[in-house]
């Protein structure tokens, strides 16, 4: 009989431990509305990896989930397109980060507008939406706040056809040469 309560024992311990660990470095999160096609659709689950820039530093390209500006409760998915003391800026239907043109294959069509040349004050991230003639991002004035990234999007779970793991797009593939 003490064998049989140690092992329940040790096994409920286990299972509140893996529960505990999951909760503390992944989030499930469902994507609300078009801004992010044709990369993600509206009602897609992710997964998301929460200790990621705990080990280092958002990137370029990287699809992150992040609480948005204070009285909006939920939260954004968008992609990093400029860091911290970066320049960006938009014209022609073309991104610009550094003076060097963005190239970005995931994106549903260039943007038809412009932001001016702008650089990205410290601690803080320019992000955009794939979908950049529909989505309401940094070219709006605002910007992310390191601290207000959750993490960075890394499975697509449901639906079953677009099961699979995001794809990066680092900084080397996404400027284009001069």
């Known amino acids: 009989m003490k064998t049989v309560l140690r092992h329940i024992l040790v096994t409920l311990i286990l299972v509140v431990v893996v529960f505990l660990v999951l909760q503390t470095t992944l ?13 993600f659709e509206n009602n897609q689950r992710l ?7 705990k080990i280092h530093e958002p990137e370029r390209g990287d699809v992150i989930i ?8 939920t939260d954004y998915i968008k992609r990093i397109i400029a860091l911290p003391g970066d320049t960006v800026e938009i014209k022609m239907g073309a991104v610009y980060v550094n ?14 507008y412009t932001f001016q040349e702008y650089k990205v004050p410290e601690d803080k991230y320019f992000v955009l939406g794939d979908n950049r003639n529909n989505s309401n991002d940094s070219h709006n004035g605002w910007l992310v706040l390191r601290e207000n990234i959750i993490g ?22 996404q400027l284009a040469q001069p």
């Open 99 to 112: 003076g060097a043109q963005f190239e970005e294959p995931y994106i549903k069509a260039p943007p038809n």
């Open 47 to 53: 997964l998301v990896n929460k200790i990621a820039y």
């Open 27 to 39: 989030q499930s999160s469902i994507v609300i509305g078009r801004s992010m096609e044709p990369s």
């Open 66 to 73: 992040f609480h948005p500006r204070q009285g909006l409760h």
């Open 152 to 173: 960075k999007v890394c499975l697509s779970t449901w639906p079953p056809s677009e099961w699979g793991l995001v794809p990066g797009y680092p900084l080397e593939e």
